[in-house]
Nanobody, 115 residues
Framework: QVQLVESGGGLVQPGGSLRLSCAAS????????MGWHRQAPGNERELVAY???????LHNDPVKGRFTISRDNAKNTVYLQMNSLKPEDTAVYYC?????????WGQGTQVTVSS
């Protein structure tokens, strides 16, 4: 099973930026898709964005135009660039990878947007 390690979370003021990283323990060249979900206290986990093996991306409406998912195959890493952050973006962000019928999750990284 692929191991995933997220990093880059933290505390940021509204309007600020953060870049999350998700490093995989093996090559991501053969994966079906990688992405990010998030979960705020009391809420269900929701999709943020994902990227297919061919490079096609999808960003959910609440983050469209502010967040960008990308990947670096040489580093086996997927990134989530988050700009114009809002307090409602506060959540634990989880990275995931889909290979065939299997999905692996990272441990999550906390993002807090507050003044």
């Amino acid at each position: 099973q692929v191991q995933l390690v997220e990093s880059g979370g933290g505390l940021v003021q509204p309007g600020g930026s953060l870049r999350l990283s998700c490093a995989a323990s093996e090559s991501i060249m053969g994966i079906d898709a990688m992405g990010w979900h998030r979960q705020a206290p009391g809420n269900e986990r929701e999709l943020v964005a994902y990227i297919f093996s061919g490079g096609t991306t999808l960003h959910n409406d609440p983050v469209k135009g502010r967040f960008t998912i990308s990947r670096d195959n040489a580093k086996n890493t997927v990134y989530l660039q988050m700009n114009s952050l809002k307090p409602e973006d506060t959540a634990v962000y989880y990275c995931w990878v889909k290979i065939g019928g299997s999905i692996s999750w990272g441990q999550g990284t906390q993002v807090t947007v507050s003044s």
